[in-house]
């Protein structure tokens, strides 16, 4: 039988993405919760010359999925007060940390912390992944 690790991805890496959960948070918290304009943020995240184009893609996905991140990590942590659910779902980030809340978002595939790829749920359809080995 496959083991939970074996079927998740490494703590530091979003499915479908290039970057780590690390570098994405710093550059959503830079730019998100402390306000600097992208390309500073982009550089407090490491990624000097990264095209505007993916902080704007990272911060679009983010703030579709930052209602439903703020609902599944209730569990882990008491809902703060915020002024909107992104500052309310960084803040819950924060408290819990992001690996693990990533580890926990992505867990028993929950849903992916910028939103799963169109092609893994068309036409908005929940889709059911069968076990990759049969139980022993």
Not at 56 to 76: D, H, K, P, V
Not at 83 to 89: G, T, Y
Not at 119 to 134: E, H, I, N, Q, W
């Amino acid at each position: 039988m496959a083991s939970t690790a074996a079927r998740c991805p490494p703590q530091f890496a979003l499915p479908y993405l290039r970057f780590s959960v690390t570098v994405i948070a710093l550059f959503l918290m830079a730019r998100l919760g402390v306000g600097h304009p992208l390309a500073a943020a982009a550089a407090l995240a490491g990624l000097a010359g990264m095209p505007y184009q993916r902080g704007q893609f990272w911060i679009r996905r983010f703030q579709r999925q930052a209602e439903s991140i703020c609902a599944a990590l209730a569990t882990l942590a008491a809902p703060m007060t915020a002024l909107n659910f992104v500052s309310r779902a960084l803040l819950m980030l924060q408290s819990v940390g992001w690996i693990a809340a990533h580890r926990f978002l992505f867990a028993d595939l929950r849903f992916h912390l910028l939103g799963w790829p169109a092609f893994l749920t068309p036409d908005g359809r929940v889709a059911a992944l069968r076990p990759s080995a049969p139980p022993a």
